[in-house]
Nanobody, 121 residues
């Protein structure tokens, strides 16, 4: 089995910073793309940032210049450094990874349990 475990959410004042981490564990051959999504009540989950195995990144326009995604392939971990946080960044943040397992070497999408980020004005 594979698990994605997130950490680092919490409450922060506007203008502050938080770093989210997501570690994948289990029977893993390799991990392709990893990313962070967020969702607010009544809205669809939206892509915040993604990163390929080689380090190519993509960001939502709303977070460009404020958030940085990175990964440590040796630790099967992806990070999201969030700076200059705004109240509109408040959401549940979910980690996502496309993981190749010995029993499924074509890749399967996995999600973390979600971590709450709340930015107060």
């Amino acid at each position: 089995q594979v698990q994605l475990v997130e950490s680092g959410g919490g409450l922060v004042q506007a203008g502050g910073s938080l770093t989210l981490s997501c570690a994948a564990s289990g029977s893993i051959l390799s991990i392709k793309d990893m990313g962070w999504y967020r969702q607010t009540t009544g809205n669809q989950r939206e892509l915040v940032a993604s990163i390929t195995t080689g380090g190519t990144t993509k960001y939502a326009d709303s977070v460009k210049g404020r958030f940085t995604i990175s990964r440590d392939n040796a630790k099967n971990t992806v990070y999201l450094q969030m700076n200059s946080l705004k109240p509109e960044d408040t959401a549940v943040y979910y980690c996502n990874a496309d993981i190749l397992r010995p029993s499924a070497p074509w890749g399967t999408d996995y999600w973390g349990q979600g971590t709450q980020v709340t930015v107060s004005a």
